[in-house]
Structure formats: structure tokens, C-alpha cells
T-cell receptor, first 112, second 112 residues
Framework: DTEVTQTPKHLVMGMTNKKSLKCEQHMGHRAMYWYKQKAKKPPELMFVYSYEKLSINESVPSRFSPECPNSSLLNLHLHALQPEDSALYLCASSQVEGGGYTFGSGTRLTVV | DQQVKQNSPSLSVQEGRISILNCDYTNSMFDYFLWYKKYPAEGPTFLIS???IKDKNEDGRFTVFLNKSAKHLSLHIVPSQPGDSAVYFCAASADSNYQLIWGAGTKLIIKP
């Protein structure tokens, strides 16, 4: 299995909702990432987990809450989002030693 | 301060000809460089990478050249095919820090 699987593919949520994005990989990668991508922009790093521990939080607002239950799973919990948070949310994983990151196809999030 | 720059927002190339995508960087600590291809509404797909100990890496139709003294790398695609039409992102990382620093992307359009 050489894929990063993200669910759901599309999500529409209201500003008072609570939802979660899920990411799964079975490649034995020990680093996992959340990126946010707006249209026509490169992906922006949000969080990095290394060996299931949060190692980097790029000053992301607390309405985004990551969770890494085990080495294969990465969640992003969403609460009280704003319309400007609408974007493509990408999960990625990599070997700790580096190399080509594997990205999921993303969750297209729309906040209404 | 943009550490990775892709100065051409778009590039149009005739099918069958060579496509050359350029990327410049400013941080001399970068030692690993990657190219990603991205279709609309999908996650980036890893294409090819190069370590700073090399000046060329080839994989099929894709070749990446690295000029460390000029802090410049380029991606050559030959021959260009219609399926190559996408946005291409250059990314870089430094040893012991596996975060990716992304360029802004170049939209490649292959004309029939």
C-alpha cells in the first residue's frame, strides 16, 4: 500500500459545527503532516507529527486541533471555523529520513 | 522572504517539445530538492528529487538539474505530453529539518 487516504473528500460545514478530517497511511512512515492549500497557492504547513508526537505547530488557530492516535492515523478536528478557512486540506507522510513525501488527495472544505 | 522562488507563473509549450521549469532558492542550508505535480482539486504528486551531492537526476522523461553555485534548479520534461499540463511546485528541505519549503508553482500548459 503506497497511498495516503483522506476522508471525506468533500465537506461543507457551518461555523458552529464540529467535524473531523481523517488521514491514514500504511507505509510505515513515521512523520505525518497537515497542509492547507488555497486556490493557486502552494500548500502551507500546519502541523507535523513525528513518531506520533506533535513536533511542529505553525501558529495555527486553536479552532484546528490535530490528533495522532497511532502511527498510521492522523486526524484534524475542526470547531468554530470561519469562511476564510475554506480550502483544500492535505495530509502527507514521509520517512523520517526524508525523501519524497506522499500526499493524500485532500479534503475540499467549505465553511458556510 | 521567499526562500524558494518560481518566477514564471505559467509556461506554454508545444506537445513533443521540451518543457523547462525553473526554481531558485536563497537558503544555502537546503540540501534536498523535490518537484511535485498537481492537478486541480488533487493533492500534489511527487515527481522527482535531487540531493545536493548530485547535479543531475533522471527518471524517464523527467530530469532535474541542480546548480548549487547559482542556487538554481530546473526540471526538464521531454517530450512534453498533454497529460503533463498541471501546476508544478518546486520544494526544498534542509538536513535534520524535514519541513518542505515550497515555491509558488508554475502552471504548465501543453498545446496540441
Amino acid at each position: 500500500d503506497t497511498e495516503v487516504t483522506q476522508t471525506p473528500k468533500h465537506l461543507v460545514m457551518g461555523m458552529t459545527n464540529k467535524k473531523s478530517l481523517k488521514c491514514e497511511q500504511h507505509m510505515g512512515h513515521r512523520a505525518m503532516y497537515w497542509y492547507k492549500q488555497k486556490a493557486k497557492k502552494p500548500p502551507e504547513l500546519m502541523f507535523v507529527y513525528s513518531y506520533e508526537k506533535l513536533s511542529i505547530n505553525e501558529s495555527v488557530p486553536s479552532r484546528f486541533s490535530p490528533e495522532c492516535p497511532n502511527s498510521s492515523l492522523l486526524n484534524l478536528h475542526l470547531h468554530a471555523l470561519q469562511p476564510e478557512d475554506s480550502a483544500l486540506y492535505l495530509c502527507a507522510s514521509s520517512q523520517v529520513e526524508g525523501g519524497g513525501y506522499t500526499f493524500g488527495s485532500g479534503t475540499r472544505l467549505t465553511v458556510v | 522572504d521567499q526562500q524558494v522562488k518560481q518566477n514564471s507563473p505559467s509556461l506554454s509549450v508545444q506537445e513533443g517539445r521540451i518543457s523547462i521549469l525553473n526554481c531558485d532558492y536563497t537558503n544555502s542550508m537546503f540540501d534536498y530538492f523535490l518537484w511535485y505535480k498537481k492537478y486541480p482539486a488533487e493533492g500534489p504528486t511527487f515527481l522527482i528529487s535531487i540531493s545536493s551531492i548530485k547535479d543531475k537526476n533522471e527518471d524517464g522523461r523527467f530530469t532535474v538539474f541542480l546548480n548549487k553555485s547559482a542556487k538554481h534548479l530546473s526540471l526538464h520534461i521531454v517530450p512534453s505530453q498533454p497529460g503533463d499540463s498541471a501546476v508544478y511546485f518546486c520544494a526544498a528541505s534542509a538536513d535534520s529539518n524535514y519541513q518542505l519549503i515550497w515555491g509558488a508553482g508554475t502552471k504548465l500548459i501543453i498545446k496540441p
